[in-house]
């Protein structure tokens, strides 16, 4: 054997050498204690339905996925699941947990989906979701939350589906989804919000679907929407609105954006209808019912034809008056210059009598 040939297989032991101990180091892995089902291939344990009351201490630490769905679970600790460290999707829907405790997520650096929906949470601390910076999906559906508080989502840089539908929320505080600007999907149907104040939405520029469908608005402020430059989808759907202002869509500064307003409490007088014909016409948004306010030849008497036609003679007397202010002026300048054109005459020529 050559020198350089010694060295070639000396390098490839150097390769293989770290292989090695990561094979051994799985095969030890099968020397895990689970409380659960768990299983290894798919890195996941199944926890589901097991009446547990707490967090089972014993998981494999190569989890990733951790389903802990349909049990007796009331409060998170803090560093709750410091033993299951790579945790991708975490379920802890259908418990009865009403606290989430300070850093209760805490070193789940990798998690990208956390489900808590049909929990008791009826308020969240600034410090719930510290450490959950790669999560993408947070569902916190059916819960018992009333507000929305500015220092709920402060840790949530990647988030980009939050689920807060069925809940009995009626507030929303200024910026409250502050620092979410990664935030593509609200769902806040079925709650009981009544106004959308200016400034709720701030920041959230790439938000593309927000469903405040079943709530009981009633009001929405101008310039409310007008930071969702991304937006494609607003459901409007049963709500208590009996009129909108034309500016408050217009302000909606986007390439295309669908808006659904049925089932309100439209009061259609003229100028409502006058809005919904206006916002038709803006290129840019598409109502899913033109018709909503606006009457069909059919029906029998349609008051804004009234109103029209009053507008109309309104404007034609206006512009008679006008104009016949105009020409009696003419005519009256017309006089005084034949008059002056006259005495200059005469005084040039003398007089024949
Ligand atoms: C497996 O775990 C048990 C108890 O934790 C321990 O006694 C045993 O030595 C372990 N076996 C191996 C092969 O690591
Ligand atoms: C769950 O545990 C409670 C006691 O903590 C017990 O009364 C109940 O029967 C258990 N339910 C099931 C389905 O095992
Ligand atoms: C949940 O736990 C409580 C006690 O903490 C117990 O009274 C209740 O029966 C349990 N519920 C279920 C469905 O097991
Ligand atoms: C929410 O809270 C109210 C009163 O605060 C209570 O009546 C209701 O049962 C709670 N809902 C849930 C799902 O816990
Ligand atoms: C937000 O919630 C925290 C803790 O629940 C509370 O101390 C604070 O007063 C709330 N802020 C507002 C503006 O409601
Ligand atoms: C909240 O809204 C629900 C429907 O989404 C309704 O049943 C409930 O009565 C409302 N609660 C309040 C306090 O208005
Ligand atoms: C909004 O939520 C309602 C009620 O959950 C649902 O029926 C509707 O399809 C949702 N709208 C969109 C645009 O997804
Ligand atoms: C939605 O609105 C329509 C029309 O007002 C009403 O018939 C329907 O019951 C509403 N749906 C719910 C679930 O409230």
Not at 4 to 29: A, C, D, G, W, Y
Not at 84 to 113: P, Q, S
Not at 288 to 300: G, L, Y
Request: aromatic share 8%; net charge negative.
């Amino acid at each position: 054997m050559t020198d350089t040939k010694l060295r070639t297989s000396r390098m490839h032991l150097l390769f293989i050498l770290p292989l090695v101990l990561e094979v051994q180091s799985i095969s030890m892995n099968h020397n895990f204690t689970c409380d659960c089902s768990c299983h290894m291939e798919l890195k996941s344990a199944d926890c589901a339905n097991s009446n547990f009351t707490r967090l089972p201490i014993a998981l494999p630490p190569f989890t990733e996925q951790l389903d802990l769905s349909c049990n007796n679970l009331s409060t998170i600790q803090p560093r709750a699941f410091q033993t299951t460290r790579r945790l991708r999707v975490l379920f802890l829907n259908d418990n009865a947990i009403y606290m989430l405790a300070d850093g209760a997520f805490y070193l789940l650096e990798d998690l990208l989906r956390l489900d808590l929906s049909r929990n008791r949470i009826s308020s969240l601390s600034e410090g719930f979701s510290q450490g959950l910076s790669s999560l993408r999906d947070l569902s916190l559906a059916e819960n018992n939350l009333t507000s929305l508080n500015s220092s709920y989502f402060v840790h949530l840089d990647a988030l980009q589906r939050l689920d807060l539908s069925h809940n009995s929320i009626e507030t929303i505080g200024m910026r409250a989804f502050g620092s979410m600007s990664t935030l593509r999907q609200i769902k806040l149907d079925w709650n009981n919000i009544t106004v959308l104040k200016n400034g709720i939405f701030s920041m959230l520029r790439n938000l593309e679907v927000l469903n405040l469908s079943f709530n009981q608005i009633y009001r929405l402020d101008v310039g409310v929407l007008s930071p969702l430059t991304s937006l494609a989808l607003l459901d409007l759907n049963n709500n208590s609105f009996t009129t909108i202002e034309f500016m408050t869509f217009l302000s909606l500064n986007t390439y295309s954006t669908h808006i659904l307003l049925q089932n309100n409490n439209w009061e259609c007088v003229c100028d409502l209808q006058r809005v919904f014909r206006k916002l038709c016409n803006v290129k840019r948004l598409f109502l899913d019912d033109c018709e909503i306010c606006i009457q069909k030849p059919s029906d029998e008497l349609d008051p804004c034809i009234g109103e029209m036609v009053t507008v109309l003679v309104i404007t034609i007397t206006v512009i008679i008056t006008v104009v016949a202010a105009i020409v009696m002026a003419e005519k009256k300048r017309g006089k005084k210059n034949k008059e002056k054109h006259w005495t200059e005459a005469s005084e040039l020529m003398p007089a024949n009598e």
